[in-house]
């Protein structure tokens, strides 16, 4: 049986949050579960729940307050000790804190009481510990983020959203390669669509990286469904499956993304609510607004997924909700149902 | 009297919407105009106006027609007899096609006919004749191209936005310096607050060149309102005033933000065309969308500014309607008057 350790002391929520996403994925989608953080948190958490119950919906369904039993859920509890906060060099605290939560977490998944990890604290802890505790994969230079991403047709992968800041051509196409069977196994995409993130559509456009990592593409055609460059502005048109670029421009693009799509519900709020007319029209748009507002919703994706790593390690937002939580548990059982690493590996011809 | 040269071939809809926007620049803001193309073509177009009037408005303002006496507006025409196309190499057609309208219309500013360029045609070409003909600014290694982005508080510049894929830091650093002055000088924003764009908001944060140009910002902070770091999803927030990054980076940058837009645009759409009664709310709606849709308007923007080189240079997006280009002769109109060369260069300590 899969299950799944989640880092129960990690984001700005935990572990309340943590722990109640962790309990709604056991209900929901009746995955087996391992907490790990401080004991004494995480029984306080689940008494409380036992009491309370939890909040359900979120994203474009009504909330509802629900009652549980957390006892008869499939919970496994772990002690950690230690917690590494966002402002620790994440190189340095994962040598250091050796029975913090995420090193402990990523310990599940190596003695093999789990099978992947869900981390809402620092990304770089979460990357270091499972590099370091579970190793790269054969043929991988440098693991990366995966993120998932709406389009007007269908989902999109973005490799690398910024796991790694300087890369070489190799380690793009490699991201390439990840991406393209992350969409193939998990998102059960046939033959996907690879384009490389740049300023313009014809060969030979872009900074040496990309002209670089373009001819690799190319001379891989048979190995890859590669179709060429795409623009940023075609990325959410949905002719593609996987986008390809470096760290630094995938997480500057997400960002970007994010904060273009706050700005546009902040100015739909401002058109609406300046006047008596235009604030009844507002309240009857608000349901079609909030179905728009959970398609484009990150707590909805649930996470991003580190690839090229032994194991599987979904990482959250800092700020992930309960709801968030939820879904990342969803993300990590997939892909460990899907064996997204055994075809990766197979591509290097080692199947492990 | 300033007047503005604006290449009549250039763009997706040339000379169509070129002659038309610059018809309606001269009506509407009383600016001199020097139309350089082929002189067949542009009178043609011109008659045409005498003939049928233009349509005016756009954006948030609906549109009429009204008519025009081009004669009695002050309007030079400049013969072109060839013409750069959009997939010729830049260089090599510069070179090679002296009578082009695009270098032509450089030239009138270098003789001093005019004052300043629109340009709607290939953006190389367009760069590559202005730092031909009108050659760098004292102190500036490679000129950038500002674009005007829409906040929730107020205009961002965002430097560089396409013209240099691989920079050093200082570039970027003079990239900061140039968009902080246009920032004062045309937008009349007091001590402008310049941002390095980057994954995350401390300091060491980032690629190689982020991390070096971040100390050199810091080292010239006497020079220039630098506040440190920001991410991709705090741009929009407008709590800076100049955001640099490489031309790479700020391509992608900005056309993401285009195709989130868009896609927000079809999302709306999809989801209140779908039935009768989302239809009816969707009717009431439109106008409040309308009105949001022109404030994130490229065409409002006009286009981009060329800075670094001795002279101005506008450039505008391939698909600029009459309205866009119109918006863009005032742009260059304010940016001449404004004398941002003039601040660069004194920054440097040259008064050309």
Known sequence: MTR???DAMGGDYAPKAVVEGAVWAAMEYNIPIELVGKLYDIERELDRIDQEGIV???GMFAAKKIKVNTKKLDIKKTHASEVIEMGEAPGQAIRKKKNSSIVLSVNAVVTGSSDAVV???STGAAMGASLFGLGRLHGIERPAIATVLPTMKGPLVLMDSGANTDCTPEMLYQFGIMGSTYAKSV???ENPRVALLNIGEEAGKGDELAKDTYKIFEENKDKLNF???AEGKE???GNCDVIVCDGFVGNVTLKTIEGVARMFFYMVKQEFYHDPITKMIGFLVRPILKKMYAKVNYEEFGGALLLGVKGITVICHGRSSAY???NAVKV???AVEAGVNKSIASYYGEIE
């Open 4 to 6: 799944i350790a989640i």
């Open 56 to 58: 359900v919906g979120g």
């Open 187 to 189: 998102l059960g995409i």
């Open 227 to 229: 179709i060429g460059n």
């Open 332 to 334: 990590a059982y997939n």
């Open 324 to 326: 968030a939580i939820k």
């Open 235 to 237: 990325i959410f048109l």
């Open 119 to 121: 981390a809402a604290g």
